[in-house]
């Protein structure tokens, strides 16, 4: 399929180019030490990770130990509730710890392992990331520094408490703001003085080349699985196919199965409180380009040309970027980017909850958000959303702020 100039027929092996660009967007803006070190994981992904070797041992370890392939639901109360269209999920709420983030990271886990690293090491804002390194540290038996912010430290104690257990170390930082931002820094400077022993596994489709590209392609299981999945169960490709875009990584998972299909893609980002910079992180629709931890896409940016602070009730969402490739599908036309609020994301919280006996991560409620509007829209076909994870990570949160509705 063509599309706006772009042939999407052999899309997935020319995006990115050989430095990790997307059109203008992607590229590795890094200090020159760690540059060798990317080097080192961009062609240990080419050797390693393209290998007959590999590939089967990450298939059987999806199969035995993720629970994979997980399932596509139809919800037919919430579907009938909204008029005729038929709304499907891809279950990635029932991946092993519960989310997406996984599929990544047993890849980038498994190629430290093939490349003799001892240790993995990474940042966590949320520490959905953290747990999910961390589980793939352990079953590995690789070492695990997970680098969080001393503020994120105290409000995400579940995820600490779960990291530890796993065996992790939690490296506190106390400088700056002690946030995500000041966590990527510690870990990237630690990563810079020992990266011959350790790999930096980062936790979406974001970060300097060949992370972008690595990071879909570990993820595209789910758009591969979906898409042969949703034919057997209908017969038919899905007319649209939704995902939430935090840093992009379930989107491009989703996504990739689908761009040289007839089918309509929508990314979902969140508008928070609203409009005014600092209420949402709808960095696609509001952002601008601009070089940030690493690569060039679409960014918010404060008056100073600094990525903005940015709000999200879905703390995996809060980020004032999102991956090189959703800012060239974005230029591009193949993919629309849109949005919802808070009000509308917890509405369908509950909703799912309700009517299909599924607690959805908040993250994941954008896109069932989104997919209950455009159902109204579209009067008749079918629409596939990507449920990256479940919500029980979200009991306390939305009882002490919304309550029971
Ligand atoms: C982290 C997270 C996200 C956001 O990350 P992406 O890289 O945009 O996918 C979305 N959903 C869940 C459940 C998450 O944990």
């Known amino acids: 399929?063509?599309?706006?100039?772009?042939?999407?027929?052999?899309?997935?092996?020319?995006?990115?180019?050989d430095n990790g660009y997307f059109g203008k967007y992607g590229g590795s803006y890094i200090p020159e030490n760690l540059q060798a070190a990317m080097q080192e994981?961009?062609?240990?992904?080419?050797?390693?990770?393209?290998?007959?070797?590999?590939?089967?041992?990450?298939?059987?370890?999806?199969?035995?130990?993720?629970?994979?392939?997980?399932p596509i639901s139809y919800l037919e109360r919430l579907s009938g509730s909204l008029g005729n269209v038929q709304i499907y999920v891809k279950r990635e709420d029932l991946n092993h710890t519960g989310a997406h983030k996984l599929n990544h990271c047993m890849g980038e886990a498994l190629l430290a392992k093939?490349?003799?690293?001892?240790?993995?090491?990474?940042?966590?804002g949320a520490g959905q990331h953290g747990v999910a390194l961390a589980t793939a540290a352990a079953y590995f038996g690789l070492e695990c520094d997970i680098y969080m912010g001393?503020?994120?430290?105290?409000?995400?104690?579940?995820?600490?408490?779960?990291?530890?257990?796993?065996?992790?170390?939690?490296?506190?930082?106390?400088?700056?703001?002690?946030t995500l931002k000041e966590a990527v820094d510690s870990a990237f400077e630690a990563y810079a003085k020992d990266y011959k022993d350790c790999?930096?596994?980062?936790?979406?489709?974001?970060?300097?080349h060949p992370f972008p590209m690595m990071v879909r392609d570990f993820q595209s299981v789910v758009g591969i699985e979906a898409r042969e999945q949703f034919i057997e169960l209908t017969g038919e490709l899905p007319d649209a196919v939704v995902a939430c875009v935090g840093g992009g990584s379930n989107a491009m998972g989703m996504f990739s199965g689908f761009l040289n299909d007839p089918v309509n893609i929508y990314?979902?980002?969140?508008?928070?409180?609203?409009?005014?910079?600092?209420?949402?992180?709808?960095?696609?629709?509001?952002?601008?380009?601009?070089?940030?931890h690493g690569f060039n896409s679409i960014m918010l940016k404060d008056k100073n040309g600094e990525p903005a602070p940015v709000y999200s009730v879905a703390s995996g969402l809060d980020y004032p970027s999102s991956g090189p490739e959703h800012a060239f599908l974005h230029d591009a036309g193949r993919v629309k980017y849109d949005v919802v609020n808070d009000e509308e994301?917890?509405?369908?919280?509950?909703?799912?909850?309700?009517?299909?006996?599924?607690?959805?991560?908040?993250?994941?409620?954008?896109?069932?958000?989104?997919?209950?509007?455009?159902?109204?829209?579209?009067?008749?076909?079918?629409?596939?959303?990507?449920?990256?994870?479940?919500?029980?990570?979200?009991?306390?949160?939305?009882?002490?702020?919304?309550?029971?509705?």
């Open 267 to 292: 990314g979902v980002e969140p508008l928070g409180r609203g409009e005014k910079l600092g209420d949402h992180a709808a960095s696609l629709k509001y952002g601008t380009e601009g070089i940030m």
């Open 199 to 208: 790999i930096y596994c980062i936790g979406s489709v974001v970060g300097p």
């Open 345 to 405: 994301t917890i509405d369908a919280f509950f909703k799912l909850s309700r009517l299909e006996g599924i607690i959805p991560a908040i993250e994941s409620s954008h896109a069932v958000a989104y997919a209950m509007k455009l159902a109204k829209e579209m009067n008749k076909g079918s629409i596939l959303v990507n449920l990256s994870g479940r919500g029980d990570k979200d009991m306390d949160y939305i009882i002490e702020n919304y309550g029971i509705r």
């Open 150 to 178: 001393s503020v994120d430290i105290k409000k995400q104690a579940p995820n600490v408490a779960r990291m530890k257990i796993l065996g992790a170390n939690v490296v506190e930082v106390t400088h700056g703001l002690a």
């Open 114 to 124: 093939y490349m003799g690293k001892k240790k993995v090491i990474a940042e966590t």
């Open 41 to 70: 994981i961009t062609e240990a992904y080419f050797t390693i990770c393209k290998s007959s070797k590999f590939v089967n041992e990450l298939r059987r370890i999806r199969r035995e130990f993720q629970g994979r392939p997980t």
């Open 1 to 17: 399929m063509n599309y706006n100039g772009i042939n999407f027929d052999t899309y997935l092996k020319n995006y990115p180019d």
